[in-house]
C-alpha cells in the first residue's frame, strides 16, 4: 500500500486548529493567501508519494554502510535528496536574505509530516538542517551567516547537532569535549560525540556539525558549555570547499529501526584539533543549543504524527482487502467479509485514527503559535504566543510519539500474524517509531519540563489561559447540540475538569515537595494531551460541519471524547494521590 498524504485532513487541522484562518484574516500570514498554502500542499504530497515513499522499504533493507571512514545511503537517496532540495523544499522557511522562502512553520510543519510519512529515516538529515540554520542565524556571526547559511537553506550542505557522548546523554553537566583557543579567533576542538543523526554520508558535498565543548576556564556544569560550528571542510574565502577537517565518524551503530539514517560516533581532534568557529557567547552554548533543540522537537512530535498515519493508512487498506469470518448481519452461506466490517477490528481502526488526529492538531496548534511568536505586532502578543507555544511544544513531542508507537503497534494486531512478518512492512512502522520518544529530550523529560518550567510561566496564567480556551470548545459543543457529537460534551468537560485539578495541585505542589510533582509528571502530561486533542477534534468538527467530509470529522471527535479521553479522570487520580505509591517502590529497588 502506497501512502498518500491526507491532504485535505491537515488543511482543516491547520485552518481551524492551528488557526490558519485567523492568521490570514489579520495579515499575519501573506504568503500563503490566494491558494499558495493548498498549492504547495498538493505538490509536496505529489513528491512524498513518487519520489520519498519508494525508499521507505529500500531504506530499512539496505541500510547505511560505513567503509573507510566514508557513509554510503541506500540506492537511491543520493538522486532523491538532490531532487528534493533543487525543488526547494529545504528552503520553505528559510531566512529569505539567505535563499529562503520564509513561509509560515504552520505550513513547513503539514510538509515534514509528508516526508516523514514517506519515508522517516530519509528525512531525518534536513530536519537537524532546519534547526541548524536556526542556531546560526541567530546567534552566529556575519561571517558565519555569510559563510554557510546560504547554502545550508539550499540544502546544498546539510547540518547536524552534536550533543550526546557516551558519559553525557540528558545530563550534559557530564559533557567532557574540549575547545582550545586559537590566536587566529578560532577554536580547536576534540572529543567524542555519539548517536549523532546524518554525522557523515554521501548527501551533500560538506556537513557542517554543531559541537557542545568546554573552554579551559569554563564554569562547572552546564554553565561552563560553548556551541561551535565545526565543517567537515573547511570553507576558503571564495566559499570553494578547502582542507578536510580533523572529524571522522568512527563508527554506525545497528539500531532497531530508521536503518537507512546513519547513526555515527564521532571522533574531533585526532590529529590535533579539529577547526571551529564560536556561535553566540562563551559559556553560553546550552542557550544556543536550545534553540535547535525547541524547533527538533516540534519536529519529531511531527514524526510521531507521521508515522502514526502512515500506519494508519496501511492498517485501514489490509483490513478492507482481507477477509475472515462473515459480518454479524450477514445471511447463512454468505462468503466471507473484510475485517473491516468486525465491530473490534473497526474499533482499533478509529482509535488509530482518532489519536493520529488528535496528535496531529496539538503539533500544529504549537507550529501556530511560532508562527505568531513572531509575527504578531506587538510585544503582548508575541509574549503569549511564545509562551503557548512553550507549554504546548513538550505535550506535543511526548504524546504525538507516544501516539506514533502505539499506532503502530495496534497496525500490527490489525494485520494479524502478517503484521508480524517483514515483508507487509507493518513491523517497520514500529521498529521506526520507537526512536522519536527518546531522542530530542526523552519524553519523560517533556513532562518534566511542562511541569517544573512551563506551568509557572506568567505565574501559572498562561496554562489557566489554554484551559480557559478548552472550556469554550466544550462550551460550544454543548450549544451546537448535534446528535452527531453524542456524550463529547460531557466526556470532553470532564477530561477539561480533571487537568484544571490536577493543574492547580501541580503549581501549589512545586512549592512545597517537587518530588511529589515529577512523580506526577508523566501521567499530568497525558492528560493535559487528552483535554488538548480532544478539544482540538471537536473544534475542527464544529468548523466543518457544512462541508463534504464533515462525518468523519464528527465521527472521530465523537470517538476521541467517548473512547480515549475518558481515561483523564483516571490519570487525575495518578498526578494528585500516586506520589506516595512512587516513594514507597524505593524500597523495591534497594539494594
Same mark, same amino acid.
Given at each position: 500500500?502506497?501512502?498518500?498524504? +491526507?491532504?485535505?485532513?491537515?488543511?482543516?487541522?491547520?485552518? #481551524?486548529?492551528?488557526?490558519?484562518?485567523?492568521? &490570514?484574516?489579520?495579515?499575519?500570514?501573506?504568503?500563503?493567501?490566494?491558494?499558495?498554502? !493548498?498549492?504547495?500542499?498538493?505538490?509536496?504530497?505529489?513528491?512524498?508519494?513518487?519520489?520519498?515513499?519508494?525508499?521507505?522499504?529500500? /531504506?530499512?533493507?539496505?541500510?547505511?554502510?560505513?567503509?573507510?571512514?566514508?557513509?554510503?545511503?541506500?540506492?537511491?537517496?543520493?538522486?532523491?535528496?538532490?531532487?528534493?532540495?533543487?525543488?526547494?523544499?529545504?528552503?520553505?522557511?528559510?531566512?529569505?536574505?539567505?535563499?529562503?522562502?520564509?513561509?509560515?512553520?504552520?505550513?513547513?510543519?503539514?510538509?515534514?509530516?509528508?516526508?516523514?510519512?514517506?519515508?522517516?529515516?530519509?528525512?531525518?538529515?534536513?530536519?537537524l538542517t532546519v534547526g541548524a540554520i536556526e542556531a546560526i542565524h541567530t546567534h552566529g556571526s $556575519?561571517?558565519?551567516?555569510?559563510?554557510?547559511?546560504?547554502?545550508?537553506?539550499?540544502?546544498?550542505?546539510?547540518?547536524?547537532?552534536?550533543?550526546?557522548?557516551?558519559?553525557?546523554?540528558?545530563?550534559?553537566?557530564?559533557?567532557?569535549?574540549?575547545?582550545?583557543?586559537?590566536?587566529?579567533?578560532?577554536?580547536?576542538?576534540?572529543?567524542?560525540?555519539?548517536?549523532?543523526?546524518?554525522?557523515?554520508?554521501?548527501?551533500? !558535498?560538506?556537513?557542517?556539525?554543531?559541537?557542545?565543548?568546554?573552554?579551559?576556564?569554563?564554569?562547572?556544569?552546564?554553565?561552563?558549555?560553548?556551541?561551535?560550528?565545526?565543517?567537515?571542510?573547511?570553507?576558503? $574565502?571564495?566559499?570553494?570547499? /578547502?582542507?578536510?577537517?580533523?572529524?571522522?565518524?568512527?563508527?554506525?551503530?545497528?539500531?532497531?529501526?530508521?536503518?537507512?539514517?546513519?547513526?555515527?560516533?564521532?571522533?574531533?581532534?585526532?590529529?590535533?584539533?579539529?577547526?571551529?568557529?564560536?556561535?553566540? !557567547?562563551?559559556?553560553?552554548?546550552?542557550?544556543?543549543?536550545?534553540?535547535?533543540?525547541?524547533?527538533?522537537?516540534?519536529?519529531?512530535?511531527? &514524526?510521531?504524527?507521521?508515522?502514526?498515519?502512515?500506519?494508519?493508512?496501511?492498517?485501514?487498506?489490509?483490513?478492507? @482487502? =482481507?477477509? *475472515?469470518?462473515?459480518?454479524?448481519?450477514?445471511?447463512?452461506?454468505? +462468503?466471507?467479509? +473484510?475485517?473491516?466490517? #468486525?465491530?473490534?477490528?473497526?474499533?482499533?481502526?478509529?482509535?488509530?485514527?482518532?489519536?493520529?488526529?488528535?496528535? =496531529?492538531?496539538?503539533?500544529?496548534?504549537?507550529?501556530?503559535?511560532?508562527?505568531?511568536? #513572531?509575527?504578531?505586532?506587538?510585544?503582548?502578543? =508575541?509574549?503569549?504566543?511564545?509562551?503557548?507555544?512553550?507549554?504546548?511544544?513538550?505535550?506535543?513531542?511526548?504524546?504525538?510519539?507516544?501516539?506514533?508507537? $502505539?499506532?503502530?503497534?495496534?497496525?500490527?494486531?490489525?494485520?494479524?500474524?502478517?503484521?508480524?512478518?517483514?515483508?507487509?512492512?507493518?513491523? *517497520?512502522h514500529l521498529r521506526d517509531a520507537r526512536i522519536a520518544a527518546i531522542y530530542e529530550g526523552t519524553?519523560?523529560? *517533556?513532562?518534566?519540563?511542562?511541569?517544573?518550567?512551563?506551568?509557572?510561566?506568567?505565574?501559572?496564567?498562561?496554562?489557566?489561559?489554554?484551559? /480557559?480556551?478548552?472550556?469554550?470548545?466544550?462550551? !460550544?459543543? @454543548?450549544?451546537?447540540?448535534?446528535?452527531?457529537?453524542?456524550?463529547?460534551?460531557?466526556?470532553?468537560?470532564?477530561?477539561?475538569?480533571?487537568? @484544571?485539578?490536577?493543574?492547580?495541585?501541580?503549581?501549589?505542589?512545586?512549592?512545597?515537595? &517537587?518530588?511529589?510533582?515529577?512523580?506526577?509528571?508523566?501521567?499530568?502530561?497525558?492528560?493535559?494531551?487528552?483535554? &488538548?486533542?480532544?478539544?482540538?477534534?471537536?473544534?475542527?468538527?464544529?468548523?466543518?460541519?457544512?462541508?463534504?467530509?464533515?462525518?468523519?470529522?464528527?465521527?472521530?471527535?465523537?470517538?476521541?471524547?467517548?473512547?480515549?479521553?475518558?481515561?483523564?479522570?483516571?490519570?487525575?487520580?495518578?498526578?494528585?494521590?500516586?506520589?506516595?505509591?512512587?516513594?514507597?517502590?524505593?524500597?523495591?529497588?534497594?539494594?
Amino acid at each position: 500500500m502506497q501512502y498518500q498524504a +491526507p491532504v485535505s485532513d491537515m488543511l482543516a487541522t491547520m485552518r #481551524h486548529v492551528g488557526g490558519l484562518d485567523a492568521l &490570514q484574516a489579520e495579515g499575519l500570514a501573506p504568503e500563503l493567501e490566494g491558494g499558495v498554502g !493548498e498549492a504547495v500542499l498538493e505538490e509536496a504530497a505529489k513528491f512524498a508519494a513518487d519520489v520519498i515513499a519508494p525508499l521507505n522499504r529500500v /531504506g530499512d533493507a539496505y541500510g547505511a554502510k560505513l567503509a573507510d571512514g566514508e557513509v554510503t545511503t541506500p540506492p537511491g537517496w543520493k538522486e532523491a535528496y538532490r531532487a528534493w532540495a533543487d525543488a526547494g523544499w529545504n528552503a520553505l522557511p528559510g531566512p529569505e536574505a539567505y535563499g529562503g522562502q520564509g513561509l509560515p512553520t504552520l505550513l513547513q510543519s503539514a510538509c515534514i509530516e509528508m516526508w516523514n510519512s514517506a519515508a522517516f529515516a530519509f528525512a531525518l538529515g534536513p530536519l537537524l538542517t532546519v534547526g541548524a540554520i536556526e542556531a546560526i542565524h541567530t546567534h552566529g556571526s $556575519e561571517h558565519l551567516k555569510e559563510t554557510y547559511l546560504a547554502k545550508l537553506v539550499s540544502g546544498e550542505w546539510m547540518g547536524t547537532m552534536n550533543l550526546t557522548e557516551p558519559q553525557a546523554g540528558s545530563d550534559l553537566n557530564a559533557l567532557r569535549s574540549k575547545a582550545e583557543r586559537q590566536p587566529d579567533g578560532t577554536y580547536r576542538i576534540t572529543g567524542q560525540k555519539i548517536f549523532i543523526t546524518y554525522g557523515e554520508h554521501d548527501l551533500t !558535498e560538506n556537513i557542517i556539525h554543531l559541537v557542545l565543548a568546554r573552554l579551559p576556564d569554563a564554569p562547572a556544569g552546564t554553565r561552563g558549555i560553548s556551541l561551535f560550528l565545526v565543517p567537515k571542510y573547511l570553507v576558503n $574565502e571564495d566559499g570553494s570547499l /578547502g582542507a578536510h577537517n580533523d572529524l571522522r565518524c568512527s563508527g554506525l551503530e545497528h539500531k532497531l529501526g530508521i536503518h537507512a539514517s546513519p547513526t555515527c560516533s564521532m571522533a574531533f581532534g585526532d590529529k590535533g584539533g579539529a577547526i571551529g568557529w564560536l556561535i553566540g !557567547e562563551e559559556n553560553r552554548g546550552l542557550a544556543c543549543m536550545f534553540t535547535m533543540m525547541n524547533n527538533a522537537r516540534l519536529n519529531v512530535a511531527l &514524526q510521531g504524527v507521521a508515522i502514526a498515519e502512515r500506519a494508519y493508512q496501511q492498517a485501514l487498506s489490509f483490513a478492507r @482487502e =482481507r477477509k *475472515q469470518g462473515t459480518a454479524l448481519d450477514a445471511p447463512k452461506g454468505a +462468503p466471507m467479509s +473484510p475485517i473491516l466490517v #468486525h465491530p473490534d477490528v473497526r474499533r482499533m481502526l478509529m482509535d488509530m485514527r482518532a489519536k493520529t488526529q488528535a496528535a =496531529r492538531a496539538i503539533s500544529y496548534r504549537v507550529a501556530a503559535e511560532l508562527d505568531r511568536a #513572531h509575527r504578531e505586532p506587538d510585544e503582548r502578543g =508575541r509574549k503569549v504566543a511564545a509562551e503557548r507555544a512553550a507549554i504546548l511544544t513538550p505535550v506535543a513531542k511526548a504524546y504525538a510519539t507516544d501516539t506514533g508507537i $502505539e499506532v503502530a503497534s495496534t497496525g500490527i494486531q490489525v494485520h494479524g500474524g502478517m503484521g508480524f512478518v517483514e515483508e507487509t512492512g507493518a513491523a *517497520q512502522h514500529l521498529r521506526d517509531a520507537r526512536i522519536a520518544a527518546i531522542y530530542e529530550g526523552t519524553n519523560g523529560i *517533556q513532562a518534566i519540563d511542562l511541569v517544573t518550567r512551563k506551568l509557572p510561566l506568567s505565574g501559572g496564567a498562561a496554562v489557566k489561559a489554554l484551559i /480557559g480556551e478548552m472550556r469554550d470548545v466544550v462550551a !460550544e459543543v @454543548e450549544r451546537a447540540n448535534t446528535p452527531g457529537f453524542g456524550h463529547s460534551a460531557a466526556r470532553l468537560g470532564a477530561a477539561v475538569d480533571a487537568l @484544571e485539578r490536577a493543574t492547580q495541585w501541580m503549581l501549589a505542589t512545586l512549592g512545597t515537595s &517537587q518530588a511529589d510533582a515529577l512523580a506526577g509528571a508523566t501521567p499530568y502530561l497525558k492528560l493535559f494531551a487528552l483535554a &488538548q486533542g480532544g478539544t482540538g477534534l471537536a473544534r475542527k468538527a464544529l468548523a466543518t460541519r457544512s462541508e463534504a467530509d464533515s462525518a468523519a470529522d464528527l465521527a472521530t471527535a465523537r470517538f476521541f471524547a467517548e473512547c480515549v479521553a475518558t481515561e483523564a479522570p483516571a490519570l487525575e487520580l495518578a498526578v494528585t494521590e500516586g506520589a506516595g505509591a512512587v516513594a514507597d517502590a524505593a524500597a523495591v529497588f534497594a539494594a
